[in-house]
């Protein structure tokens, strides 16, 4: 099997794998062959960097962080062991992408739209299919995230995640209104009223400076990310979210709760 490693530590992980797992072939980082595996040691920003880079290649999530809802729950050797004996399954995810003027930004967790500066706020607008979404708001801005991207930032704003669908949350906003999750089929249009404003996507150092009268489409993209599944088909999302996050959450699609057992 053909792997590629990211992370800060990736040469520890190379050694201790040519060690104890020689049946592997490690690739080196830029090299032009495709692997069939690419392990992600480190964080939830490790996994977006690799995916970034190759972009589709199924990916494991290896806990190198103390902040990780991707990573897997199993211990390293136990990774290991289970991809040298093939006994793991692929489940695809798809990503959101937002068009802005002539730029197109595919993002695996989210999109943010948000204030330029930390004292003063945004006035945007929000469009469903052509419709709009409340009134104009005025807050922090808003992020609009994927079900993995749903125990990111979406998570901290809203104290819930969902497993299907795209989730708008509205941050710090002084309009009382709730966040939605809504079907993914959907497309979403933001106006900047009155900026400044920035763009951002995943961990991705890019910004886009935004000003009144700017607009950004969002919707969901034809790209996937393929994630590594070891469990049962229970484990739908492959993140941890039943784990530490869920039993705050209140899941709008399946309109039920979650709670520790």
Same mark, same amino acid.
């Not at 929000?126 to 979404?133: F, K, L, R, T």
């Not at 900026?195 to 763009?199: A, E, F, I, K, T």
């Not at 996507?201 to 890019?206: A, C, H, I, S």
């Given at each position: 099997m053909k792997i590629k490693i990211f992370g800060l530590e990736r040469e520890k992980l190379v050694k201790y794998i040519q060690k104890n797992y020689p049946s592997f072939k490690i690739l080196a980082q830029?090299?032009? #062959?495709?692997?069939?595996?690419?392990?992600? @040691?480190?964080? %939830?920003?490790?996994?977006?960097?690799?995916?970034?880079?190759?972009?589709?290649?199924?990916?494991v999530a290896i806990r190198n962080s103390q902040i990780c809802n991707t990573c897997r729950w199993e211990t390293r050797d136990a990774i290991l062991r289970l991809l040298s004996e093939k006994k793991f399954y692929i489940t695809?995810?798809?990503?959101?992408?937002?068009?802005y003027k002539k730029h197109l930004i595919v993002a695996l967790n989210d999109i943010i739209i948000?204030?330029?500066?930390? #004292?003063?706020?945004?006035?945007y607008k929000? @469009?469903?299919? %052509?419709?709009?979404?409340g009134t104009e708001f005025l807050g922090d801005g808003v992020v609009v995230a994927t079900p993995i991207g749903s125990t990111a930032y979406y998570q901290v704003i809203t104290r819930s995640n969902f497993e299907e669908g795209i989730g708008l949350a509205f941050n710090n906003t002084i309009n009382s209104i709730g966040h939605v999750v809504i079907n993914n089929k959907n497309i979403i249009k933001v106006i900047v009223t009155r900026?400044?404003?920035?763009?951002r996507?995943?961990?991705?150092?890019?910004y886009f400076d935004l000003k009144a009268g700017d607009e950004i489409i969002i919707r969901k993209s034809k790209e996937f990310a393929q994630i590594v599944n070891f469990r049962g088909a229970w484990e739908k999302l492959n993140v941890s979210i039943s784990q530490n996050r869920l039993?705050?959450?209140y899941c709008q699609v399946c309109r039920k709760y979650y709670r520790d057992k």
């Open positions: 830029k090299t032009k #062959n495709k692997p069939d595996i690419v392990l992600c @040691y480190g964080g %939830d920003g490790t996994l977006l960097m690799a995916e970034r880079e190759n972009p589709g290649i199924p990916k695809k995810h798809f990503k959101i992408e937002a068009i948000g204030h330029h500066n930390i #004292n003063t706020a945004l006035r929000v @469009y469903i299919n %052509d419709h709009q979404y900026g400044p404003g920035r763009m996507f995943d961990n991705y150092k890019e039993p705050l959450g």
